[in-house]
């Protein structure tokens, strides 16, 4: 097992050379988050890996396994920062610069975990060395439900980003300041949540959320000086995306103006649509009898190293189509249909 320049963990069955086919996904989770999205394609991995040694199997292409940095963000604020770093799809330097919620910047936490902040960016090597990634993931809504189907592969990925909406304005007592003398940015952030649903509602397949509120200083009877609003919008293309993004700018600097408010957008990550590699997943499925294909919402490492290997996803039933919660499930049966489907595809395309 060895952890590569950027944090991610490899394990490897074989000799690194230029044809690997690598299969896992991540541990770190979001906020109140469950127990599958990320692990479920770690554990799975593992176990597709036992089951194929224990059929005697020998792979004729090296077979690794990895676990990527920081997929959901959940510190530093962008998404797949592991696989991002490793592809190039994020500078060195801005990564090096994100600062956790303590103000513990990345290269901080690098260090501090024992890699070198100089060399975090793009690794060729790793790159290099993998030919197909197969990510096997819980699924994350009710397709699967709907289709009456434990497995599906993955057809696509929406386009999605996430942009911090600072709202300046006066920090102030919240019994001596009339209501005429306020310059409180809570009013237009609270603006700016409804501006989101409203700005969603009005583009195809449209969604927008504001999960992350932080009032400085944040206290009961005090007026905010600052209000740092995260939104994180989706939709089938970049126009839509970006149509959703302009149409809460709009809005939130409306209401920012009529607060006395100062605005400022800052684009934190972005992905454009991921369509995956059709004649994999067809292959996949196939292999597979034919389990179907079904597209996502939710953003993957896999549709970050997409732009540069041939990739493929594997979803499991969830029966609560409830994900990013302690909802989030799979059936045990359905987990060991994963890890089965999972062997096979492994099996297939290093065999
Ligand atoms: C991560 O899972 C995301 O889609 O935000
Ligand atoms: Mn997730
Ligand atoms: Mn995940
Ligand atoms: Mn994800």
Do not use: K
């Amino acid at each position: 097992m060895r952890t590569d320049r950027n944090g991610n963990i490899w394990a490897w069955w074989g000799e690194p050379g230029t044809d690997a086919v690598v299969t896992g996904s991540h541990l770190d989770s979001v906020p109140g988050g469950g127990a599958f999205d990320g692990p479920l394609g770690v554990v799975s991995a593992l176990a597709a890996v036992d089951a194929l040694r224990a059929q005697d199997f020998t792979p004729i292409r090296p077979l690794a396994i990895v676990v990527f940095a920081e997929e959901e963000g959940g510190r530093f604020g962008v998404p797949c920062l592991g696989s991002r770093l490793m592809s190039g799809a994020i500078d060195p330097d801005v990564a090096r610069r994100l600062t956790d919620p303590a103000g513990i910047t990345f290269a901080e936490a690098a260090a501090e975990a024992g890699l070198d902040p100089a060399r975090v960016g793009r690794d060729d090597e790793a790159l290099a060395a993998v030919h197909t990634f197969v990510e096997l993931h819980v699924e994350q809504g009710r397709g699967l439900i709907d289709l009456g189907a434990p497995v599906g592969v993955a057809s696509s990925i929406l386009a999605h980003g996430r942009w911090r909406f600072g709202f300046a304005g006066e920090g102030n007592h919240a019994g001596a300041t009339l209501l005429g003398d306020r310059r409180d940015p809570m009013v237009p952030a609270a603006e700016m949540v409804l501006a989101a649903r409203i700005a969603a509602s009005e583009v195809d397949d449209g969604r927008a959320t504001v999960g992350r509120i932080v009032p400085n200083p944040g206290g009961t009877n005090v007026i905010a000086s600052t209000v740092d609003v995260w939104l994180d919008a989706r939709a089938g293309d970049d126009a839509s995306t970006r149509e959703i993004v302009e149409r809460v700018r709009a809005m939130a600097a409306d209401a920012a103006e009529r607060e006395n408010c100062v605005l400022t957008v800052v684009e934190e990550s972005y992905g454009d649509t991921v369509v995956f590699d059709s004649e994999l997943r067809d292959q996949v499925s196939r292999a597979l009898g034919g389990v179907p294909a079904l597209p996502t919402g939710a953003g993957h490492d896999a549709g970050i190293l997409a732009a540069h290997l041939s990739t493929a996803m594997l979803f499991v039933r969830n029966p609560t189509g409830i994900s990013h919660a302690p909802e989030e499930f799979a059936e045990a049966d359905d987990c060991q249909a994963g890890v089965t489907a999972l062997a096979t595809v492994l099996e297939r395309l290093t065999g």
